[in-house]
């Protein structure tokens, strides 16, 4: 982990498109985990979340294998 205590903003690929309640119960749960600042799936491109995480925390890696673990397909796109 780094030692970086400023959030970083990652862009997440998920393969599946998601409904609105997939949506809204994955930004809730990735939101509330320890070292995520906030997630937010985009509603014109269901398949890009907007992950804003605590790099001192949490790795890029542990937020994508979050999203793996919640059944999805996930990868990283890039952080922003």
Do not use: C, F
């Not at 030692?3 to 997440?12: A, F, K």
Request: glycine content about 8%; hydrophobic content about 40%.
């Amino acid at each position: 982990m780094s030692n970086n205590n400023n959030p970083v903003g990652i862009v997440v690929h998920i393969n599946e498109e998601l409904q609105h309640d997939q949506m809204s119960k994955l930004e809730t749960s990735l939101g509330s985990d320890s070292g995520i600042k906030g997630a937010r799936i985009n509603r014109d491109r269901k398949h890009l979340m907007l992950v804003d995480y605590m790099p001192s925390m949490i790795s890029a890696r542990q937020v994508v294998n979050y999203v793996k673990n919640k059944g999805y397909n996930a990868v990283l796109v890039g952080w922003i």
